[in-house]
C-alpha cells in the first residue's frame, strides 16, 4: 500500500526557511502527481503547490514566489522548499499523491499524516 511520511516541520522566525520532505512507499513513483496542502486550526484545508509526474507545477497565489516543489524520482521523495516565511504560512502540512497512470475516477489520493510548520517570532 502506499504511505507518505513526512518531515522536516518546526518553529521558524517570519522570513526563515525551511524545506520539508515527504517519502513516498510505492511501487514506481514516477507515475504519481505529488502534493503539498495545509490546514490552519479552523481553516479549509487549502492546495499549497503540486507537481505532476511530468514535472509541472502548479502554486497558490499566497505562496507562488517564495515556495518551491521539486521532486526526486530516485528518492521517491517530493520537496517543498519555503522562503519568506510569514506568520500566516503557520498550518499543518500534508503530502498528497495520486498515480496518474490510473483513471480519474478509480484514482484513489493518498495522504501522509502532516508535519507542523509554525511561524513566530
Known amino acids: 500500500q502506499v504511505q507518505l511520511v513526512e518531515s522536516g516541520g518546526g518553529l521558524v522566525q517570519p522570513g526563515g526557511s525551511l524545506r520539508l520532505s515527504c517519502v513516498a512507499s510505492v511501487s514506481i513513483f514516477s507515475r504519481y502527481a505529488m502534493g503539498w496542502y495545509r490546514q490552519a486550526p479552523g481553516k479549509q484545508r487549502e492546495l499549497v503547490a503540486a507537481i505532476t509526474s511530468g514535472g509541472d507545477t502548479n502554486y497558490a497565489d499566497s505562496v507562488k514566489g517564495r515556495f518551491t516543489i521539486s521532486r526526486d524520482n530516485a528518492k521517491n521523495t517530493v520537496y517543498l522548499q519555503m522562503n519568506s516565511l510569514k506568520p500566516e504560512d503557520t498550518a499543518v502540512y500534508y503530502c498528497?499523491?495520486?498515480?496518474?497512470?490510473?483513471?480519474?475516477?478509480?484514482?484513489?489520493?493518498?495522504w501522509g499524516q502532516g508535519t507542523q510548520v509554525t511561524v513566530s517570532s
Open positions: 498528497n499523491a495520486a498515480n496518474e497512470r490510473l483513471q480519474v475516477w478509480a484514482r484513489t489520493i493518498y
